[in-house]
């Protein structure tokens, strides 16, 4: 398959190449941090960023929202939204 954007270096800009599905865990890692968060169904989302010291929780998320935050972990105390795609 062709791709014209083939060459472009992967940055935080760039898109997406690898997404996968987020099942949030309360205590094992995402397998890669990625660049941001789809999320498919809202509510909130417990996370740790990658350079963070504690948890955060983003709250009121609409369906179809993008978090732009690096992230570690994604709880699954605390977090109530689904369809998760992290966008790596």
């Known amino acids: 398959m062709d ?3 083939g060459d472009y270096a992967p940055s935080l800009l760039t898109a997406s190449r690898k997404p ?3 099942t949030p865990h309360d205590t ?3 397998p890669v941090v990625p660049k941001g968060i789809y ?4 509510g909130t989302i417990t996370l740790r960023g990658v350079d963070a010291a504690a948890d955060v929780t983003y709250r009121n998320l609409a369906d179809g929202s993008y978090v732009a935050v690096r992230v570690s972990h994604v709880r699954a105390s605390g977090t109530t939204a689904t369809d998760l795609i992290a966008e790596a």
């Open 28 to 30: 094992n890692p995402l």
């Open 39 to 42: 999320v498919g169904t809202g």
């Open 20 to 22: 996968f599905a987020i």
């Open 3 to 5: 791709d014209e954007f």
